[in-house]
């Protein structure tokens, strides 16, 4: 109920130079909604919980570039660690991975039946390879590439935001 109008007046505060007060509030309702929670929370939780803590103790508000740079670490850390914890036999079994069941639901949802039915064996082969490289390759591209890894990342969610249930 009031994360969201926090949230949107700390951006607004921002954009027009003032404190940072207001988000920073935002994000102190979050982690307390969040160790509410514990230890019932998801894994990505947990990251997301880092980058609240970081934005409440980072000292410049006047200098974003600073938590821009400490967010993108974070972020590279955080797909980097994804990536490694993957590199395991459950995931890379297509019969066990989330992978298989995100890409297939995807592919019998959005492509044409035959299509589906003609790709369905390779996508269902490929998927946990597909679901690893993805964050391998946002990691890299976040290191080299920010920008682009930003726009990888987003793109590789929306996928799983995608994916019918």
Avoid at 56 to 62: D, H, I, Q
Avoid at 146 to 160: I, K, N, R
């Amino acid at each position: 109920v009031c994360l969201l109008p926090l949230a949107l007046a700390g951006t607004l505060v921002l954009e027009y130079g003032w404190s940072a007060g207001c988000l920073r509030v935002a994000h102190a309702v979050k982690l307390m909604m969040f160790a509410y929670r514990m230890p019932l929370v998801w894994d990505h939780e947990c990251w997301a919980a880092l980058t609240e803590l970081s934005f409440l103790f980072w000292g410049e508000e006047k200098n974003f570039r600073s938590f821009w740079q400490l967010c993108r670490g974070q972020l590279l850390l955080l797909y980097a660690s994804a990536a490694w914890w993957k590199l395991n036999t459950s995931f890379l079994d297509p019969r066990t991975s989330c992978s298989t069941v995100i890409l297939t639901q995807l592919l019998s949802a959005y492509a044409p039946h035959e299509l589906a039915l003609q790709l369905a064996p390779l996508i269902v082969r490929l998927a946990p390879i597909m679901g690893l490289a993805g964050e391998a390759i946002i990691a890299v591209l976040l290191l080299v590439r920010p920008a682009l890894g930003v726009v990888t990342a987003s793109a590789f969610h929306l996928l799983v935001l995608l994916a019918p249930a």
